[in-house]
């Protein structure tokens, strides 16, 4: 009996899912290369692939509502991973943020991107419970709250390109969840006004000042943009997306990463550099295939056995789906730049890791759909 179990989940695990993520991984790392010919990144993406691997057929296998049935403990776990980063001498800082923590042999880790696992979970600990009618007020703050205690402490490191992450989670499980309409309105005429109006606010008070202020200019009025100063990355993004014409640029000795005018190329501007290597046809394919990888999750919470599941799989796929507009307006000069990594196509162990892990729970949800 537990022989013919084992074949059925090896015979129902989504490898397509799985592959597809292996892919464009690999494919990453084939950038990151590009990007950094003469540096081990490329080398420490394929090892934290590995490890990344490991970790997804771990909790594949394993059921996933035994760990949300646990998921306070992992959220504690989480905050308390927040709270260690912001010790001087622990975490490290670099670029006025203190956001790793240096791990022998793997270099760096991320616990704000790792953190957002456990704020999943804990989302749908709360929300996944069987109910009926509109959620309450008290309930809405409540997902609040779960969201605002890990975003207060990502903003104290700063990272505020990933405290903003951390928002399509709560906003998917609030609209699964049949948030009141009169809610959503409110929200959304709140952000509508409030968008020029803090703005105005932060630069009359000071506190939207120096890099901040001048890469959120650089999108609102390009033209008068100092090319040469914060407006730099922007510029040198689209310079570089628009060399790769619609094939891809062949002169790789003269590229806009390898000659050094990109800044941080095999992170947070990895798309630009696909674009020059690869061109439009290179960049579509690639979405593409993150397009049939949302589709294989969207299907997974569709076959879902019961809601936790559900919302589970939906809040990582608003997630990714974040941080691929984020990234993608960062790199065309849409967005200003918060450093939002491209998910599985950015250098880092945190966010390989932590995508993995989370599409480990979409196929541990997919073997048990038939479980009751």
């Given at each position: 009996?537990?022989?013919?179990?084992?074949?059925?989940?090896?015979?129902?695990?989504?490898?397509?899912?799985?592959?597809?993520?292996?892919?464009?991984?690999?494919?990453?790392?084939?950038?990151?290369?590009?990007?950094?010919?003469?540096?081990?990144?490329?080398?420490?993406?394929?090892?934290?692939?590995?490890?990344?691997?490991?970790?997804?057929?771990?909790?594949?296998?394993?059921?996933?509502?035994?760990?949300?049935?646990?998921?306070?403990?992992?959220?504690?776990?989480?905050?308390?991973?927040?709270v260690i980063v912001l010790i001087p001498g622990i975490g490290m800082k670099i670029n006025g943020q203190r956001c790793w923590i240096k791990l022998p042999a793997?270099?760096?880790?991320?616990?704000?991107?790792?953190?957002?696992?456990?704020?999943?979970?804990?989302?749908?600990?709360?929300?996944?419970?069987?109910?009926?009618?509109?959620?309450?007020?008290?309930?809405?703050?409540?997902?609040?709250?779960?969201?605002?205690?890990?975003?207060?402490?990502?903003?104290?490191?700063?990272?505020?390109?990933?405290?903003?992450?951390?928002?399509?989670?709560?906003?998917?499980?609030?609209?699964?969840?049949?948030?009141?309409?009169?809610?959503?309105?409110?929200?959304?005429?709140?952000?509508?006004?409030?968008?020029?109006?803090?703005?105005?606010?932060?630069?009359?008070?000071?506190?939207?000042?120096?890099?901040?202020?001048?890469?959120?200019?650089?999108?609102?009025?390009?033209?008068?943009?100092?090319?040469?100063?914060?407006?730099?990355?922007?510029?040198?993004?689209?310079?570089?997306?628009?060399?790769?014409?619609?094939?891809?640029?062949?002169?790789?000795?003269?590229?806009?990463?390898?000659?050094?005018?990109?800044?941080?190329?095999?992170?947070?501007?990895?798309?630009?550099?696909?674009?020059?290597?690869?061109?439009?046809?290179?960049?579509?394919?690639?979405?593409?295939?993150?397009?049939?990888?949302?589709?294989?999750?969207?299907?997974?919470?569709?076959?879902?056995?019961?809601?936790?599941?559900?919302?589970?799989?939906?809040?990582?796929?608003?997630?990714?789906?974040?941080?691929?507009?984020i990234n993608i307006g960062m790199a065309v000069g849409m967005l200003p730049v918060i450093g939002v990594p491209l998910p599985l196509m950015s250098a880092g162990?945190?966010?390989?890791?932590?995508?993995?892990?989370?599409?480990?729970?979409?196929?541990?949800?997919?073997?048990?759909?038939?479980?009751?």
């Open positions: 009996m537990v022989a013919m179990l084992e074949k059925r989940k090896i015979r129902d695990f989504d490898w397509l899912l799985a592959l597809l993520a292996v892919l464009i991984v690999g494919f990453g790392t084939l950038q990151i290369h590009n990007a950094q010919p003469t540096e081990t990144f490329w080398q420490k993406q394929l090892m934290g692939l590995g490890i990344a691997l490991v970790a997804m057929i771990a909790v594949s296998f394993t059921d996933y509502r035994k760990l949300v049935h646990i998921a306070p403990a992992f959220y504690i776990f989480g905050l308390a991973l927040l793997l270099g760096q880790f991320q616990p704000s991107e790792f953190v957002k696992i456990p704020v999943v979970l804990m989302l749908a600990y709360y929300f996944g419970k069987p109910r009926q009618g509109n959620l309450t007020v008290k309930e809405t703050l409540i997902g609040s709250l779960i969201l605002l205690l890990p975003v207060g402490l990502i903003m104290l490191e700063p990272d505020t390109g990933q405290a903003i992450t951390y928002f399509p989670l709560l906003a998917v499980v609030l609209f699964l969840s049949s948030v009141r309409m009169w809610i959503v309105l409110a929200a959304l005429l709140l952000c509508m006004a409030g968008a020029p109006l803090a703005y105005t606010v932060g630069v009359k008070t000071g506190v939207l000042r120096g890099y901040k202020l001048e890469r959120i200019n650089v999108i609102l009025d390009p033209e008068n943009a100092d090319r040469r100063g914060f407006g730099y990355h922007t510029w040198q993004s689209i310079v570089t997306v628009g060399k790769g014409g619609l094939t891809g640029s062949q002169s790789t000795d003269y590229s806009q990463s390898s000659l050094k005018f990109l800044p941080e190329p095999h992170t947070d501007f990895i798309f630009a550099v696909t674009a020059e290597h690869t061109g439009f046809i290179g960049c579509l394919l690639l979405l593409l295939a993150y397009a049939i990888l949302f589709s294989r999750l969207i299907t997974g919470a569709r076959r879902s056995p019961d809601r936790t599941g559900m919302i589970v799989i939906m809040a990582v796929v608003g997630g990714l789906a974040f941080q691929l507009f162990l945190s966010s390989v890791l932590a995508t993995f892990i989370a599409i480990g729970f979409a196929i541990s949800i997919q073997l048990r759909r038939f479980v009751n």
